[in-house]
């Protein structure tokens, strides 16, 4: 039988779950993250994710749902005053039924498939977390099979980009670097197995359109910072850089529309989503 406690003050282990909302170090400590929502708790579940502690408002009527996960995920039960839930949900105005803890995955490149259908994301130290967030959510709805953050960028576990993903935060395996050859070691790894794994870098000088260019084999797709763009090294690193063709006044596209745009255009040639 799962462990039940009940939290009615601002106590320690209250106020560790509160910092991990606005600090990215205290989240690393703890290998934790909160997760509210429906859509996001269920896609926890649904991809193996492994949870630590599920928060309910002492008192409240509880969904069928939120029945359903309590009685199905083995985690600590924690009965809670609801106006700390309602801390701990994000949302001034609503006091969550269920808020998760869940336990946050290694950040190992080995987790992301690398076989002959791979699309593999790797966002270039991008400082917004709603960029990245973003991303993600393109990055599921167009195929990729993984997602890499690299350098000093802003954390994918950052709230605001679990929000921004909707979810697919808990769909896409998800992995921080801190260094471009980190990933560049990973690629040579899976090289030498024998796959011809390719570097594909976006930049608005780029030298072939991205229509033009064959993306349907294994493939790392680069995306650069939002204001500097490619670093000099991911560069001279990437195979080729492609360009999207823009109109207008428009001097570039915003990252996450850019990243978009390249993420389609990968799954167009790949038939991702044909009937």
């Not at 921080?176 to 070691?185: C, E, F, I, P």
């Not at 197995?193 to 608005?204: A, I, K, P, R, Y």
């Not at 650069?224 to 360009?243: K, P």
Request: charged fraction near 20%; glycine fraction near 10%.
């Amino acid at each position: 039988m799962a462990t039940t406690l009940r939290i009615s003050t601002r106590n320690a282990q209250f106020q560790q779950w509160q910092a991990m909302l606005t600090n990215r170090t205290k989240r690393q400590r703890a290998g934790e993250l909160l997760v509210q929502g429906v859509r996001p708790i269920t896609l926890a579940r649904q991809h193996g994710w492994s949870f630590r502690a599920l928060i309910v408002p002492d008192g409240r009527q509880l969904s069928g749902w939120a029945r359903q996960v309590l009685d199905e995920v083995a985690a600590v039960r924690v009965s809670m005053a609801p106006e700390l839930v309602a801390e701990l949900g994000g949302k001034d105005d609503e006091t969550p039924e269920l808020v998760a803890v869940v336990e946050l995955p290694a950040d190992d490149l080995t987790r992301l498939p690398a076989g002959h259908g791979s699309l593999t994301l790797v966002l270039d130290r991008l400082t917004s977390p709603g960029n990245i967030g973003t991303l993600v959510r393109s990055a599921d709805a167009f195929g990729a099979t993984g997602v890499v953050v690299t350098g000093h960028a802003a954390d994918p576990y950052d709230p605001r980009a679990v929000r921004a993903s909707t979810g697919s935060l808990f769909a896409v395996p998800v992995v921080r670097v801190g260094s471009h050859r980190d990933v560049l070691d990973w690629v040579g790894s899976v090289r030498s197995s024998g796959t011809d794994l390719q570097v594909v870098g976006t930049d608005e000088d780029g030298t072939v359109d991205v229509a033009d260019h064959d993306l349907r084999g294994p493939r790392v797709l680069v995306i650069g910072n939002e204001t500097h763009g490619l670093s000099a090294a991911w560069r001279e690193a990437c195979d080729d850089v492609v360009r999207i063709p823009i109109a207008g006044a428009a001097s570039s596209l915003n990252a996450s529309a850019a990243g978009a745009v390249v993420l389609y255009e990968a799954a167009r040639q790949r038939g991702v989503g044909r009937a």
